[in-house]
């Protein structure tokens, strides 16, 4: 079985800051497929970056990065240079990889960018 | 871009109706998902659906609900008598191999 903690329900920070959402993971699995989505207040899904778990780099996508650290199944998020329009609901999440497995979400964590 | 298409954006429903959430995946897919996302609270997984029968299906998916892709292109949730919980988000996604899962962007249904 596959489960995924967020444990900052709620983090604000300034413009322009950086900030780090935390995420742990716990899989069966061998491959696997780590996500973090962003949900902004329309409620689409957007996939904000991918990590596969036999890469041992760190996925990257502009401002947003991860530090994926495996053997503590640790799996965080960090935005540099925030900007208000990454004010949204960010969710972790894994999947198994090599099946068409279903997707499986943390409880997600409500970042506010301030002003 | 291709993209994941989903009607109605907002179905409200009375308690004991039966809906229809319809789907329309990127045309090349072949993987099919429904998730569901009560307000406020994480993403949870209804079923998955491959090769025009459903792959998994989690405890949520009871006998109310079920899932079909009747023409080849249109993928649907029915939930045969909604009850208040059902209401919801209701996410559709697919997927082309063993990659990304798009998503599309959900039906809100109200349940009265």
């Known amino acids: 079985a596959q489960t995924v903690t967020q444990s900052q329900p709620e983090m604000s920070v300034q413009e322009a800051e950086t900030v780090t959402l935390s995420c742990t993971y716990d899989t069966s699995e061998s491959n696997y497929y780590l996500f973090w989505y962003k949900q902004p207040p329309s409620r689409q899904m957007i996939l904000v970056i991918r990590?596969?778990?036999?890469?041992?780099q760190n996925a990257t996508e502009n401002r947003f990065s991860v530090n994926f650290q495996k053997a503590a199944k640790s799996f965080s998020l960090k935005i540099s240079d925030s900007q208000l329009g990454d004010t949204a609901m960010y969710f972790c999440?894994?999947?198994?990889?090599?099946?068409?497995?279903?997707?499986?979400f943390g409880k997600g964590t409500r970042l506010h960018i301030l002003p | 871009e291709p993209e994941v298409t989903q009607t109605p954006s907002h179905q409200v429903t009375q308690m004991g109706q039966e809906v229809i959430l319809r789907c329309v995946p990127i045309s090349n897919h072949l993987y099919f998902y429904w998730y569901r996302q009560i307000l406020g609270q994480k993403v949870e997984f209804l079923v998955s659906f491959y090769n025009n029968e459903i792959s998994e299906k989690s405890e949520i998916f009871d006998d109310q609900f079920s899932v079909e892709r009747p023409d080849g292109s249109n993928f649907t949730l029915k939930i045969r008598s909604t009850k208040l919980e059902d209401s919801a988000m209701y996410f559709c996604?697919?997927?082309?191999?063993?990659?990304?899962?798009?998503f599309g962007p959900g039906t809100r249904l109200t349940v009265l």
């Open positions: 990590q596969e778990a036999y890469k041992q």
């Open positions: 996604a697919s997927m082309a191999g063993r990659d990304e899962q798009f």
């Open positions: 999440a894994s999947a198994a990889m090599n099946r068409d497995d279903k997707i499986i």
